[in-house]
Every structure is written in structure tokens, then in C-alpha cells.
């Protein structure tokens, strides 16, 4: 029984504020769901349409074609599923590196008293808070001075430990019993064993958590990787997508079918797992 | 040696060393350098000091005001509505005549789960600048007149951007207050009830106090994320500079300035003002909400 007060109202009353409730949140999804109909609508036009009319919701059967999803999955000369690969590789490599040097590093704080401890956990915080984007220069030149630009490692490094994912595995493993980490002992596990054996498999909630939101970042990711790559061979999605768009020409051909299957991977996760998504999305306003 | 690194005095450190390692080579030295070169003129052929000269040059810098102006006023609009309205749309959401709000909560969280590269596509082209373009089409069918030239005025310009903004992150915000009404013990509203409290009563004196955390919380990353904002404008108009600056942001202007022009002195400059402003807004938040104290349990 969450508000008593409905009950002292009339039923009547009751089932009005369902039907506009319900009425108004149907109206909110309609617009949402928009943007999302404009692009799927115009991937089935013809890409002249588009410098012409941008998207609309017209639905016209004379200008219905599969022209740009023919060029897309068995049409000529473009690298769209190199970008795919790349993109699921890197996504892959770095959810898994990232969650576990993230743990890895959450439950040093989570189950040890040492000494710099709260120092250090500032300074957790400190990256947390500071956006990526007024680092990205400085970050740039290190990388380039690194010799690690068109390599996923440059992409990957300065977030292998990632603050928010520190944070929330420290949240979780603080509400972990510590006599798993005497067991462990007595049993004749090294310190890190304890870790690897006994601890990592508990953890399971909180990766997959964790995997969604790092996963889902990854592989949208823009701005860093299109600084760091410039090879279009190495490209993601987000960047190939986004040189199909530029200053000296587009290619809608390619630019709108391609934006369209790039959400598909991520859809079909989010209606499979959708608790995880949510509890992992809102994993940051847990802190405190 | 073994044992010694076995030890649990020496294993704590072997686990966050990872973090030290990378905090130190990215965050440290990137601050380090970023203050460092903003007193410095950086070229290929040299590096030499030269004082303030790179703040004197940015604050005479003629897009640096449409760079500020774009970023407040951007920062503002989306905090005016992607705080009030996601509270509003939580506590509907959670009221008990609600039926099938896990499905609406489903739907407005898919526009997260697209890229901002698609994600300024769509909207580059549902705002295009011609008759039959989804919002113009729209606009003339329901009040008649012209169309609106979207991405070539400051105004309309601004409108998408902010619609964009609110497309994209009104789902999650709704997701935060939603949690932070869960964690209001349902006897505060019944004692509320006993005492004769209306609906608005119990929203206005329970419901957003109650709420205080979580709207710190929600205020501190839109400011974030409105300071920050970039890569929206950037896809909006194509990779191109926008007419008369109507979308170059403060981060626009460092990109355009260091990663464009190869001026790090005068990018650095500004990326450590806007630094100084994000860091001081995250102390005040974690003031406010106590978090700092809070490490030692």
C-alpha cells in the first residue's frame, strides 16, 4: 500500500486520473519515439529526399526503397562492417579490461584499512567530477607523445580504472561480510586469490550492472576515439558514421542505413536486460 | 619477496596501484600541463614562456562572448527544464493510478542508448530548413506562416539544441527521481495524510525536501554536462563552424583553437578557466550534500 490517500477517494476519480495519466505518458512516448521513426522512415526513402525534404513522417509507397540497405549490407566499396568489427571488438576489450581493473581496484578500497586510503578515494572522486572534455587536449598530446594514437590501447588507458565504476564496486563489496576475507586466509588463498577466487564470482550482480553502462559509453563513445584514431580503417561507428557527414560531402546512402542497424546491437541488449540498463544508468546518483 | 608482496600490508597498495598509476599520468599531468602551457606560446619549432599573454589574447578573442554567452544560456535552459519536469513526470510516473509504468519508463529511456553522432543526425534533418522537414511541416500545418530556418539563427538554433538535450537526457533524469522518491518511507506520506495535507501540500512540503539529494545530484551533472557540451553542436551542423558562432559552445572553442588551429596556449587557457568553474561548482555539491565527511565508515 504506497499512498493511502487513493483510497479515500472516490473509485471513479480514480480511474480518470489512470486514463489521463496514462493518456499523457502515451502522447510523451509518441514524441520520444520520433526521432527514432523520422530516421527508420527516411532509411526506406530515396537519399535524394533527403537534401531536399531533411525527415519527415510522409509515408509514400512510390517512394519506398531498400536501395540503401542493398548498398549498405552487399554494396560496393565502403568500410561500414569493418567499423561494426571494430566497434564490437573495441566495446568487448574494453568493458572486460575496464570491469576488472575497476574491481580489482574497488575492492582494495572496499576491504583494507591503509594508510593515504581517503586521499586517494578524493582523488577517485576528483576524476568523477571532472569532464573528460577539458582534459582532451592535454590527454591528446600525451597519447600522440605516447606513439599510441590509431591504437584502441590509447583509447582505452586514461579510463582502464574508471571512477565511477570504482566507486560503485566499492558501494557494493562495503556490503559484503569481511569474514569471506579471514575464510579465505585460513583456507591458504594469497590476498589476491581471495580476490579472484572468492570474491569475483559474489560480484556478479554488480558487473553486469556495471558492463551495461561501460559498454553502452564504449561503444558510442565519439570524441576521444576520433581524436585518437585517423586511420578509417581503424574507425568505430560513431566516427565512420560521422565522416560520412562532412564538410566536403555526405553520403546518405550509407550515413542513414548504417545509423539506423548501429542502434540495433544496443536495442536488442536493452530489451533483453533492461533492469540491468536502468540500475546500471542510475548507479551514479547512488553516490553519498 | 613473494611473501612480502603477499602481505596485507603491501597487497591494499597493489590493488589501487592501477588507479595511482593512471590518475598520475593522465589526471595529474594533464592538469599540470594544461596550467603550464597556458603560460607558454606552444609551436612545432618551439615552446617559450609568455606570461599572461595567452589570457590577454583570449580575452580579447572575438568569439570567446558567443562562446560564453551560447554555453550559459544553454547550461540554463537545460537545467530550467531537465530538472522540474523529469521531478514532475517522476512523481506521476510513481502515483498509484499509474498503470504500465515500467513500459513508459522503458521507452523514454531509449533515446540514451543512441550515439550523439546519430542522435544530432536526426535532429540536424528533423530541423532542416525546408518546408516539408518533420518540425517545420508541423509548425505550418498547425499556426500557418513561413518556415524556420533553424541552424542559420541564434534563437531556433539554440531551441534545438536545448530540445536535443532534453530529448536525450529527460528519460535518465526521471530515472533518478524515481529513485530518490522510492527512498521516502511511505509513513511520512500517511502521517502527512492523517494531518489533512492536499496533493500539492504533500508535494510541496514533503516530496521536494525529501527530494533535496537527488536534485543536488541532478543539478550538479546538468551543469556539468551543459559546460561540457560539444559534440551536439558539432554533429548539428556537420562538422562545419556555425553561422556566426550561433553554436560554438566553450569547449567548441577549445577544440577549434587546439585541436584545429594547433593554438595549445590560448585552448589551455581556457580549458583551465572552465576546469577552476567545474571543479568549485563539485565542491559546493559535495558540501551541500555532505559527501566529503562521509568517506570514513
Known amino acids: ?288 | 619477496m613473494k611473501r612480502k608482496i603477499n602481505s596485507q600490508k603491501v597487497a591494499p597498495y597493489i590493488f589501487v596501484l592501477p588507479f595511482v598509476v593512471l590518475f598520475i599520468t593522465f589526471f595529474v599531468y594533464s592538469i599540470g600541463s594544461t596550467i603550464v602551457m597556458s603560460f607558454q606560446s606552444v609551436n612545432i619549432q618551439d615552446v617559450h614562456f609568455v606570461g599572461l599573454e595567452n589570457y590577454r589574447m583570449l580575452f580579447s578573442n572575438s568569439d570567446l562572448p558567443d562562446a560564453i554567452r551560447n554555453t550559459l544560456v544553454y547550461t540554463l535552459l537545460t537545467l530550467a527544464m531537465l530538472i522540474p519536469f523529469p521531478m514532475l513526470f517522476a512523481v506521476m510516473l510513481n502515483s498509484k493510478s499509474m498503470r504500465a509504468s515500467g513500459f513508459y519508463r522503458g521507452v523514454l529511456f531509449l533515446p540514451l542508448l543512441c550515439s550523439v553522432v546519430v542522435a544530432g543526425l536526426t535532429f540536424r534533418f528533423m530541423f532542416n530548413e525546408t518546408n516539408a522537414s518533420l518540425v517545420n511541416s508541423v509548425i505550418i500545418n498547425l499556426f500557418g506562416g513561413d518556415k524556420i530556418r533553424w541552424l542559420s539563427l541564434q534563437w531556433p538554433a539554440m531551441i534545438v539544441m536545448v530540445t536535443l538535450a532534453c530529448w536525450r537526457w529527460t528519460g535518465i533524469n526521471i530515472i533518478y527521481f524515481l529513485s530518490g522518491l522510492n527512498s521516502i518511507p511511505v509513513e511520512l506520506y500517511e502521517a502527512c495524510e492523517i494531518d489533512g495535507a492536499n496533493t500539492w501540500q504533500r508535494f510541496r512540503y514533503l516530496t521536494i525536501p525529501m527530494l533535496k539529494p537527488t536534485i543536488i545530484y541532478v543539478l550538479t551533472i546538468s551543469i556539468y554536462g551543459g559546460l561540457a557540451m560539444f559534440v551536439e553542436s558539432q554533429m548539428l551542423w556537420a562538422g562545419k563552424a556555425s553561422p556566426n558562432n550561433i553554436g560554438l559552445t566553450m569547449v567548441g572553442f577549445v577544440y577549434k583553437n587546439g585541436i584545429s588551429q594547433g593554438r595549445f596556449g590560448l585552448a589551455s587557457a581556457t580549458g583551465l578557466i572552465l576546469l577552476a568553474v567545474v571543479l568549485s561548482i563539485n565542491l559546493v555539491q559535495l558540501k551541500l550534500s555532505g559527501s566529503l565527511g562521509k568517506e570514513n565508515h
Request: hydrophobic residues 50%; positive net charge; aromatic residues 16%.
Open chain 1, 1 to 288: 500500500m504506497l499512498r493511502t490517500h487513493n483510497s479515500i477517494r472516490k473509485p471513479g476519480e480514480r480511474r480518470i486520473n489512470t486514463v489521463l495519466l496514462i493518456l499523457f505518458f502515451t502522447a510523451m512516448a509518441f514524441i520520444m519515439l520520433l526521432p527514432f521513426i523520422s530516421i527508420v522512415l527516411t532509411s526506406f526513402k530515396d537519399s535524394s529526399l533527403i537534401i531536399r525534404n531533411g525527415f519527415n513522417l510522409r509515408i509514400d509507397a512510390s517512394t519506398f526503397t531498400l536501395e540503401n540497405y542493398k548498398y549498405l549490407f552487399t554494396g560496393g566499396d565502403h568500410e561500414y562492417f569493418r567499423w561494426f568489427g571494430n566497434s564490437i571488438f573495441l566495446t568487448v576489450v574494453q568493458t572486460v579490461l575496464t570491469l576488472f581493473i575497476s574491481a580489482w581496484v574497488g575492492y582494495g578500497f572496499a576491504f583494507y584499512e591503509f594508510k593515504g586510503k581517503n586521499f586517494i578515494f578524493v582523488c577517485v572522486l576528483i576524476v568523477m567530477m571532472i569532464p573528460f572534455e577539458l582534459l582532451m587536449l592535454p590527454m591528446y598530446r600525451e597519447i600522440i607523445a605516447m606513439k599510441l594514437t590509431n591504437n584502441y590501447l590509447g583509447i582505452m588507458l586514461p579510463y582502464l580504472a574508471h571512477p565511477i565504476a570504482i566507486f560503485f564496486f566499492r558501494q557494493f563489496l562495503q556490503s559484503i561480510p569481511k569474514e569471506i576475507q579471514d575464510a579465505g586466509r585460513i583456507d591458504g588463498c594469497s590476498e589476491y586469490g581471495i580476490f579472484l577466487r572468492l570474491i569475483m564470482p559474489i560480484m556478479k550482480p554488480a558487473f553486469a550492472a556495471m558492463a551495461i553502462y561501460i559498454g553502452m559509453t564504449s561503444w558510442n563513445n565519439f570524441l576521444w576515439p576520433m581524436l585518437v584514431l585517423t586511420d578509417t580503417k581503424m574507425f568505430t561507428l560513431p566516427i565512420g558514421l560521422s565522416s560520412l557527414l562532412g564538410p566536403y560531402g555526405n553520403n546518405y546512402l550509407l550515413l542513414i542505413s548504417g545509423s539506423v542497424i548501429s542502434v540495433v546491437p544496443l536495442m536488442i541488449l536493452f530489451f533483453s536486460a533492461q533492469k540491468y540498463f536502468i540500475e546500471g544508468m542510475s548507479t551514479g546518483s547512488v553516490k553519498g
